[in-house]
């Protein structure tokens, strides 16, 4: 964890503990200029924890207001530990606010909410009892499960743009989306180890608003499970999210969508080069000792280049996502390879016959097709995530 530093960590008052310690549960806040709501949060936050409840409060904070006084103020007044800081540079905005709180936490839950009473204090015993009880590893509070509403969402376009981001996010990630109806929801409960695994892997990096999304698709909980609430009207203060926002969502939606896709198609292609040297190799023994017909050579040949493509993606390149089991994968792997033998020819023909291509851009562009189904079958359903 990151020394104090007396500049920006500023440790407030209310209990000595720091947020540091390991506690049960921390409450990561974000705040961008809610010097107005500050007084009126913390004391609804106090109120709905008890005390005993082993929980604490982190501000991180990129206002250019008075909020940080606000909070200092505000925090002495209560019985909670309450820690504040305040970034020097607004990296990453209100994900990158988040995921900085996050790290700085050590407690066994972790819970965030907008400082802006949108999302209601009341429910925070709630969220916690429901993921200890069911052992969930993440309860998101949702605006669109039975019982929940999105009344605070004050104009038809905010409806509307929430009611759109969340159908195109559901229809992009149906299986880690799956009985999450409320994935753009900033207030939520994650257990640590969650969060943990991916900060191992450096690969939480959250575009704009939707941390959510961005947890759920890349740290994929083992379990879900949802609290509906009322999302309430703004306490004070106006919204900070801009259409700018919007935009940032599709690029992130695209961005995880597509994670890594690009680097693996490059890499899934130089082992296919590759295994052009054990196919001529062998095609070459075959031909030289052997009486085989050239063709039957040439198939023998070309199980070579597949196997060896074959070790080369299951061992290195999916490692990590080997779900399927080894037969079915090799199987599976051997009858794309194959049935591209197959497909190339007729393909090729239907291009030059069918479109007027001479014999080598179809050939060209029939490889590139057959390289891209390969490769989309194979990451898509062979190594699915
Ligand atoms: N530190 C920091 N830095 N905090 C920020 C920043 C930033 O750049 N931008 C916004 N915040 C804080 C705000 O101060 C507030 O506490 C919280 O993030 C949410 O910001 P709002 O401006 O109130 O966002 P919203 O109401 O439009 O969006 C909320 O609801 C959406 C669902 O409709 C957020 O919770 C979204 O994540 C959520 O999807
Ligand atoms: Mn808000």
Redo the contacts with the bound molecule.
Sequence with gaps: LPDPDPEQATATAGGATPHTVDRGITIV??????AANIDELLSQISAALPQGHDASVLF???STDDTPEGIRKAAARIPLPVSLYH?PD?VG??GG?VMEGIMRTESRWIVVM???L?HPPSLLPDLIDRGERSGAELVVASRYTDGGSRRG?DSWYRVLV?GASTSLAKALFPRALRGVSDP????FAIRREVVDQAQHADALRPLG???LLELIVRCRPRMITELAYE?HA?HAGE???TFGEGLRFLHHLFRLRSSGAVGRAIAFGLIGLSGFLPNLAVLWALTHYTALHYTAANAIAHQFGMAWNFVLIDKVLYRGRRRLNARTRFVGFAALANADLVIVLPVTVLLVSGLGLSPVPATATTLVLVFALRFLCVDRFLYRR
């Design positions: 806040i974000p705040t961008f200029n809610e991180v904070d990129d970034r607004r905005g209100l606010a907008d400082a802006d949108q969402l929430s753009m929801s900033g207030y608003y939707k941390i999302f703004r919204s900070k999210s």
